[in-house]
């Protein structure tokens, strides 16, 4: 097995996702679903391998057939999953969405008693890794419960602000027993980079005006700050002056779920090749909007040649 640093590395949620395969219905009269690999730092993970480059996913799975599954998937998109291990005592999770394009898509987590993705335990890392890995990103979900919240602090605190860390604020409050603020600013504190969209830099920073919130992260530790804005696009400010605003790639809206978590691996993909932050953050709206104009998330993820393709008649 190759020992080469990973392009990237993520760590956190896994699951199967569940999607009715016709929209506009609710789940109570749905019958027929697609089965997907999912879970926001795993389809981050696929989406940059997609584009060329070498991932890996470290996360737990429940010891049944869907954990089975999710290792066979990570596997056929190319993800490597030497560190996608098992729980015995917790299943693998599901979730459920409803699809009301173009801007209503509810999620119901089955992720009780508790979550494998939460099991992962520090002494399990291979910080070794970690720390050589060019990116490696960790969402908000990680920090939710122990033993992963200990887990993700550790590998932030191995990698020591070396390469590129880029914190996912990814605030999902259904998963969250506990206030999420203490552990958020940790977090920040050994970033990088950091993507939320206005509610997610609200519970990071207190703010949720785009520029405002822009300034509070990277007052927080951050070298780049890019905020989601939903259909007014995308502003990535980082702290060198430089400022970026991009409008969203116009297309008909069939599952907005996944668009995120392709945004994610492209912007990954962007700042692996050193581009400069403008095409980054248009290269990666274009990914976003490619994956929100299919149904599901990791099988949706774009190849470069796709990309470029919406970027030359978006031009």
């Known amino acids: ?10 760590m ?65 998109f190319g993800v490597d999953d030497r560190w996608v291990t098992e ?6 999770p599901l979730t459920f969405c409803e699809i009301f394009p173009p801007d209503d898509f509810p999620l119901y987590f089955y ?52 390469g590129t860390t880029v914190f996912d604020l990814d605030w999902r409050p259904t998963l969250w027993s506990s206030e ?21 830099c609200a519970i990071a920073t207190g703010e949720s005006e785009p520029r405002a919130a822009a300034r509070a992260l990277l007052a ?17 400010v980082h702290r060198d002056g430089r400022s970026v605003e991009a409008a969203p790639v116009k297309v008909d809206v069939v ?7 392709a945004f994610g691996g492209a912007l990954c993909h962007g700042l692996l090749g050193g581009w400069e932050l403008e095409r980054i953050v248009r290269f990666a709206n274009a990914a976003g909007a490619i994956v929100a ?6 099988t949706a993820m774009p190849r470069p040649d796709e990309v470029e393709e919406v970027l030359e008649s978006w031009r």
């Open 87 to 92: 729980v015995a005592a917790y299943p693998t």
């Open 180 to 200: 999420p603020e203490p552990w958020y600013e940790r977090a920040l504190a050994h970033a990088t980079v950091a993507v939320g969209n206005a509610e997610e």
């Open 255 to 261: 599952n907005g779920l996944g668009a995120g978590d």
């Open 12 to 76: 956190g949620r896994i699951g199967v996702d569940l999607y009715p395969l016709r929209t506009g219905v609710r789940l109570a009269e749905a019958d027929t679903f697609g089965k997907f690999l999912g879970g926001s730092p795993t389809n981050v993970a696929v989406a940059a391998a997609r584009l060329g480059r070498r991932t890996a996913v470290i996360t737990r799975t429940g010891a049944d057939p869907f954990g089975a599954y999710l290792r066979q998937e990570l596997r056929g």
């Open 111 to 162: 992720r009780q008693p508790k979550a494998p993705d939460l099991e992962i335990h520090p002494g399990e890392l291979d910080l070794e890794a970690v720390l050589a890995a060019r990116v490696f990103w960790m969402t908000g979900t990680g920090l939710s419960a122990e033993p992963s919240r200990s887990a993700t602090l550790a590998a932030l605190a191995a990698r020591g602000k070396s």
């Open 1 to 10: 097995m190759t020992t080469d640093p990973f392009d990237l590395i993520t």
């Open 220 to 236: 927080a530790g951050v070298e780049l700050a890019v905020v989601k804005r939903g259909p007014e696009g995308v502003l990535a």
């Open 293 to 298: 104009s299919r149904l599901a998330c990791s």
